[in-house]
């Protein structure tokens, strides 16, 4: 190599290393969404208050293309009015960014904050119940790259009150809008300190193919809850309780169970990968950390609570330590699929005022190694049990709440404080 094509190289990578270094300030969102385009920087967008609809109606995304950008949006709030866009409108499909900061609230143009009146929201589909295709306002497709200090506040579908009650797929009766919180579709991608306030029917956090070695963690997330007695409330002739004859999957609607208005907390669907969940907390969703379809998982020191479907669950070989959860309105764990070999530490907090007639958790598959621990204070009355229905399973039970092997288990080896009833055979029960 002669000493001009070496000194070329030397000045490619003295331009690399400063255009690294290079920050680039911005005031716009327009002007935002072109700088993310490029590589090699640092943006900072202008503290303050931002409005999408400041972005051609046809344009209304922040596409970050480029790579290896830190992209600065401390102290900066964005206001996306429902209805303005029925996309995604935060991409990342670079590799390797630091998306950091920012404040993307979805509002109403009508000034509702909380919806009350399911009956009147779900009629105005244009204006309230206005969704984004199913897609999720942030969406992460490429590899490497860091979500950090975000927040969502996701708004805006159809329909919205009734869980899922009217079906999620194809199968749905009335139509159906979903809005999601944030989609991860790359490799080793991060969600680190974020908040996702889930006011629409959808995810929260989910990973689908070709997402692998997810990582959530110092995050939260949060629906809510609606008694289902509530949807006997609503009696006008275009109300979709009266429309569905007060009926779902033909049989009645219960009238004593809370329905979760969002879908999952933090979901892995069927190719999704891997995913780590770390110092997370769930709250009010259908399911809070379900992640039974990753091809691995690893859960430690989270949180799911006062969720409608289940709590926790996990895939064949999955890992839950140093977590806890409850049983308000679900089970803390529902085993989903009868995956085996699981090894799982919870905390079982008391639900005194449990809804629902759902047991604890019913253990399925076999091989688990499995601690239930309890928090602090006094002896739960509620004494809802602990169901095991398959083989093979070790566990250690430190808490009030009494354990029930099934006629279908065998070979289980139980260690319990609460009191055990053996129904089944060849297994080894130690009452503490």
């Known amino acids: 190599m002669n000493r001009f094509r070496i000194a070329i190289l030397l000045m490619g990578f003295a331009c690399l290393k400063l255009s690294a270094q290079t920050t680039i300030e911005v005031s716009t969102l327009s002007a935002l969404c072109e700088v993310v385009k490029n590589s090699n920087q640092t943006i900072v967008l202008k503290s303050g208050n931002?409005?999408?609809?400041?972005?051609?109606?046809?344009?209304?995304?922040?596409?970050?293309?480029?790579?290896?950008?830190?992209?600065?949006?401390?102290?900066?709030?964005?206001?996306?009015?429902?209805?303005?866009?029925?996309?995604?409108?935060?991409i990342i499909s670079g590799n390797k960014n630091i998306f950091k900061g920012g404040t993307f609230e979805d509002t109403y143009v009508s000034g509702l904050v909380e919806v009350s009146d399911f009956s009147t929201y779900n009629q105005e589909r244009s204006t309230l119940a206005s969704g984004l295709k199913g897609q999720a306002v942030l969406d992460v497709i490429g590899d490497d790259n860091i979500v950090l200090n975000t927040k969502l506040t996701v708004r805006g579908s159809f329909p919205y009150g009734y869980g899922s009650i009217y079906g999620i797929g194809r199968d749905n009766v009335?139509?159906?809008?979903?809005?999601c919180g944030i989609l991860l579709k790359g490799k080793r991608n991060t969600v680190d300190s974020c908040e996702v306030q889930q006011r629409a029917f959808g995810h929260g956090i989910y990973m689908q193919e070709p997402a692998d070695e997810?990582?959530?963690?110092?995050?939260?997330?949060?629906?809510?809850?609606?008694?289902?007695?509530d949807l006997y409330l609503e009696t006008k002739p275009e109300d979709l309780p009266v429309r569905s004859n007060y009926k779902t999957n033909n049989k009645p609607i219960p009238?004593?169970?809370?329905?979760?208005?969002?879908?999952?907390?933090?979901?892995v669907y069927t190719h999704g990968g891997s995913v780590t969940v770390?110092?997370?907390?769930?709250?009010?969703?259908?399911?809070?950390?379900?992640?039974?379809?990753?091809?691995?998982?690893?859960?430690?020191?989270?949180?799911?609570?006062?969720?409608?479907?289940?709590?926790f669950n996990l895939p064949q070989n999955g890992k839950i330590t140093n977590s806890s959860g409850n049983f308000a309105y679900a089970p803390l764990s529902d085993f989903r699929l009868s995956k085996s070999n699981q090894n799982i530490e919870l905390t079982i907090i008391p639900s005194p005022n449990a809804v629902g007639d759902h047991n604890i958790a019913d253990v399925l598959g076999s091989n688990h190694t499995i601690v239930?621990?309890?928090?602090?204070?006094p002896?739960?009355?509620?004494?809802?049990?602990?169901?095991?229905?398959?083989?093979?399973?070790?566990?250690?039970?430190?808490?009030?709440?009494?354990?029930?092997?099934?006629?279908?288990?065998?070979?289980?080896?139980?260690?319990?404080?609460?009191?055990?009833?053996?129904?089944?055979?060849?297994?080894?029960?130690?009452?503490?």
Request: proline share 4%.
């Open 50 to 90: 931002y409005d999408l609809t400041e972005l051609p109606i046809d344009q209304r995304k922040i596409l970050c293309s480029g790579s290896n950008n830190i992209i600065d949006l401390s102290g900066v709030y964005v206001n996306a009015p429902v209805g303005s866009t029925k996309q995604s409108y935060i």
């Open 255 to 267: 009238k004593n169970v809370m329905y979760p208005l969002s879908e999952d907390g933090i979901r």
């Open 214 to 229: 997810s990582v959530i963690k110092n995050t939260l997330v949060e629906g809510r809850m609606r008694p289902s007695a």
């Open 278 to 311: 770390e110092n997370c907390t769930v709250k009010k969703m259908r399911g809070g950390i379900r992640v039974y379809l990753a091809s691995k998982a690893t859960v430690s020191n989270s949180k799911a609570i006062d969720c409608g479907a289940t709590n």
């Open 372 to 377: 239930f621990h309890r928090t602090e204070g």
């Open 379 to 432: 002896m739960d009355t509620n004494l809802r049990p602990i169901v095991v229905k398959d083989d093979n399973s070790t566990i250690k039970n430190e808490t009030e709440y009494p354990i029930i092997l099934e006629a279908s288990s065998s070979g289980n080896t139980i260690i319990s404080l609460g009191k055990v009833t053996d129904h089944g055979t060849n297994n080894k029960v130690t009452q503490l």
């Open 174 to 179: 009335f139509g159906l809008n979903k809005r």
